[in-house]
């Protein structure tokens, strides 16, 4: 399965509220996970099966979608989500990550 | 709190083999599925083998299959990848992750550690 993220990247002033876009090239119901990760660290996962939040991440992320089309959306960036994001679906082996949407300071 | 800590990475020529290990801790090693994902440099994230708590089960991408072999020793609560005939396109950062329980995703990662393979 392939998951196909937009933009590659993204500019955004601090303060602003973005979406994240992942599609998958067939459905793979709400197995669809979001990850972040910022220079020079491990990824990290901010939402998993397309909406359910992970204790100690920030309510500004969240996450919805079904089937082949998801969405990350951050509610007001703040200067420590500058970081790429990935998706990643376990609706089957192998397991895929979409290439990755950097997010970065217009 | 839980620790993933990856060795046993390093410069190793195309043909040859190498062996990585993640030693884990702060957790019940034996109830969880482990994983290993890599990055090459400036890409994104791929999944590489993921192994089933007991070790009874392994997967894998084609692009590894046959080659690489992942395996766990729980009473050390470690786990392995084994890397034979190594291509210049298995140059990446490797990650030891931990698959939620029961789930598809990967809750917690290690730092990574590199492998580069040429000659």
């Known amino acids: 399965i392939m998951l196909t993220q937009s933009p590659t990247t993204l500019s955004v002033t601090p303060g602003e509220s973005i979406s994240l876009s992942c599609r998958a090239s067939?459905?793979?119901?709400?197995?669809l996970h979001w990850y972040q990760q910022k220079p020079n660290e491990s990824p990290r996962v901010l939402i998993k099966?397309?909406?359910q939040s992970i204790s100690g991440i920030p309510s500004r992320f969240s996450g919805s979608g079904s089937g082949t089309d998801f969405t990350l959306n951050i509610n007001r960036v703040e200067p420590e989500d500058f970081s790429v994001y990935y998706c990643q679906q376990s609706n089957s082996w192998p397991r895929t990550f979409g290439g990755g949407t950097k997010l970065e300071l217009k | 709190e839980v620790q993933l800590v990856e060795s046993g990475g390093g410069l190793v020529q195309p043909g040859r083999s190498l062996k990585l290990s993640c030693a884990a801790s702060?957790?019940?090693?034996?109830?969880?599925?482990m994983a290993w994902v890599r990055q090459a440099p400036k890409k994104g994230l791929e999944w590489v083998a993921s192994i089933s708590s007991g070790g009874g089960g392994t997967y894998y991408p084609d692009s590894v299959k046959g080659r690489f072999t992942i395996s766990r020793h729980n009473p050390k609560s470690t786990l392995y990848l084994q890397m034979d005939r190594l291509r210049s396109e298995d140059t990446a950062s490797y990650y030891c992750?931990?698959?939620?329980?029961?789930?598809?995703?990967?809750?917690?990662w290690g730092q990574g550690v590199m492998v580069t393979v040429s000659s």
């Open positions: 992750a931990r698959h939620a329980v029961g789930a598809g995703y990967f809750d917690y």
């Open positions: 099966y397309a909406s």
């Open positions: 702060g957790f019940t090693f034996s109830s969880f599925p």
């Open positions: 067939q459905s793979i119901s709400t197995n």
